[in-house]
């Protein structure tokens, strides 16, 4: 009897151990398409170092860097099947399966960064990342690519009329597509990691991304002119896979959040404390900018991108994103 007791407290050890051990190895994959240059990794490195500090060393993070696991689209599928765990994209890239999500970055939606953080971080932003369990996801945060300015090779643009023409490359908003049809640019949807080779080839001969974005991915070597014309703030969306996240204990639940949150913060104050710096790290690389944007006559010239939207989606996310803005 007393063998038996033995041999039985000994398995109950050893599958105490095994399940201590495998809480333990618990890794998640973390990909984004940003060089490791860019604040995106800065966000992604924060997150890795407090998840692995607060679960003592129970979670640990792989961060992905510059599109290594896929482009946006194939991130997302990922994070959907669990191939991947954590994917940091632009929201728009979310809009095919949200497509109300696409209000968020409808032109001069946003006059300042505290009205978007205000509506982001609100009860329109919460909804909205509720909606990611829909899809077989956890919305973690909206982090922040910034305000989307213009770059061309062609000529400072101060005005709409100094678009038109332009073989504009956009991202896949439906919204930023119909607002560069709006003001006369041929617009053409390339990837991002395909879009230094189309400007320089002359595929394109211009774009549009957030100062980050325009360094980082070194854009300014194929590029002269930036004009501040800050017609759409961008933001990141990150999601996790449902699944893996309900895979968690309660606690690494909430440090995950706790985290998430955290290092949004941090990646917005350390966006706005860098934009000066950027912006003149570009002009020491030779591009020339321009800050004397007509930014009412744009405003007018879009309005059909916001009808046009309101048609397709209806206005409730609008009216409540301008109801968040305004308290």
Do not use: C
């Not at 170092?49 to 696991?69: D, M, S």
């Not at 997302?76 to 399966?97: E, H, K, P, Q, Y």
């Not at 706005?272 to 930014?295: F, T, W």
């Amino acid at each position: 009897m007393k063998h038996i007791l033995k041999a039985a407290f000994i398995g109950s050890v050893i599958a105490l151990s095994a399940t201590t051990a495998s809480v333990a190895e618990v890794t998640l994959k973390f990909a984004h398409a940003a060089p490791e240059s860019d604040l995106q990794q800065n966000l992604a490195v924060f997150f890795q170092e407090q998840i692995a500090e607060r679960t003592g060393g129970e979670v640990k993070v792989q961060i992905f860097p510059q599109g290594q696991l896929g482009n946006d689209a194939a991130m997302i599928d990922g994070a959907r099947s669990g191939i991947v765990d954590i994917t940091m994209v632009g929201l728009n890239n979310f809009s095919g399966l949200m497509p109300e999500s696409a209000a968020f970055t409808l032109p001069f939606m946003f006059p300042t960064r505290e009205t978007a953080y205000k509506v982001l971080d609100g009860d329109v932003g919460r909804s909205v990342l509720s909606q990611f369990e829909q899809h077989g996801l956890k919305g973690l945060g909206f982090p922040e690519n910034g305000y989307r300015n213009m770059t061309n090779n062609r000529g400072p643009i101060r005005t709409p009329a100094d678009v038109e023409g332009l073989q504009m490359r956009v991202n896949n908003s439906k919204a930023l597509n119909d607002m560069f049809l709006a003001l006369g640019a041929n617009p053409q949807q390339i990837p991002v990691a395909e879009l230094y080779t189309a400007l320089e080839t002359g595929v394109v001969d211009s774009q549009d991304h957030p100062i980050g974005v325009t360094l980082s991915f070194k854009f300014y070597e194929v590029q002269k002119y930036l004009s501040m014309t800050n017609h759409s703030y961008s933001p990141l969306a990150v999601a996790m896979n449902l699944d893996r996240f309900n895979s968690l204990t309660p606690e690494q639940q909430t440090i995950v959040l706790d985290v998430a949150a955290e290092a949004v913060k941090m990646q917005r104050e350390l966006s706005i404390a860098k934009e000066d710096e950027m912006i003149a790290s570009l002009e020491a690389e030779g591009m020339e900018v321009n800050r004397d944007v007509d930014g009412p006559a744009f405003q007018e010239k879009v309005k059909p991108v916001w009808e046009a939207f309101v048609a397709e989606n209806g206005d409730a996310l609008v009216k409540a994103i301008e109801a968040a803005s305004a308290n």
